[in-house]
């Protein structure tokens, strides 16, 4: 069947790098902005801002099951690849990548990315495989398609923060760039999980960057770290939540920071709420 769309869909390695050839022979400045898919205005935004910075944006989409634990429903992860498409066309993405679980990892696959640095604590205290997972899929597909840069949201800063460390680390010959938070009018961070949030949830959900933002404002004219954090804790708790984090970290090295004056602060949060686990983070 042929398609009408003026994005090209690929699922192999090899057509990809074919593509991604042809670009380069033609002196073209490649972007790579890698998603798992149910596309939202957040994932929009990587890909505006892919399109300022290069000639042509390759989107993969990939819903990886490596970085799902085994008590995480990969099952019931939205796929709705036509809207994403859809979206991604409009974006003016070039390429779609679109592999299989046996394309990315066939038959006796047996290596893993190991991480310490700004992978330690936070999210791998709750979730210890999940950033193994994303650092090998990351890296993989930064090999496969060998973009000038790789754009990632700060929504998921820990994970900016590790796949930044694992290019440096790697010596990868692409620039790991962050794109600020896309959030609702009520300042809810976009997320593919926010479908899962019922009518009742989803009207609790705005305490999260609500109680981050106001730490942060009393952490700079006011409070202590410590003082301020523990009454966003208690904001959040009051708002129906249950907390896995809170915490205080320096902004580049994910390290357990104590005040502004030992380096710049980010305030990461990880909390549930009804089955929806929800993550956010602002800066000082
Ligand atoms: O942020 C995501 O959507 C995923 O963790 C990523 C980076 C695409 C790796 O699977």
Known sequence: MTSTRAIRTVHT?????EQVRQWRADGERIALVPTMGALHAGHVALMDAAREKADRVIVSI???????????DLSRYPRTLEADLDKAEGAGVALAFVPDVAQMYPEGFCTTISLSGPALGLETDFRPTHFAGVATVVAKLLIQALPDIALFGEKDYQQL??????????????????VPTVREADGVA???????LSAEERAAAP?????????????????TTAD????????????????DYLEARHAATLA?????????????????????????????
């Open 13 to 17: 390695v090899a057509a990809l790098r």
């Open 207 to 223: 305490a999260l960057y609500v109680a981050l933002t106001a730490a942060a404002r009393r952490i700079t004219f006011e409070a």
């Open 190 to 196: 976009l997320s593919s999980r926010n479908v899962y």
């Open 256 to 284: 357990p920071i104590a005040s502004t004056m030992e380096g710049p602060v980010r305030l990461l949060v990880a909390a549930r709420i009804g089955s929806t686990r929800l993550i956010d983070n602002v800066a000082v």
């Open 228 to 243: 301020a954090v523990e009454e966003a804790h208690a904001a959040i708790i009051a708002a129906g939540f249950e907390l």
């Open 62 to 72: 990939f819903v990886n099951p490596t970085q799902f634990a085994p008590t995480e």
């Open 161 to 178: 923060q590790v796949i930044s460390r694992l290019a440096h680390d790697l010596d990868l010959p692409v620039e790991v760039v962050g």
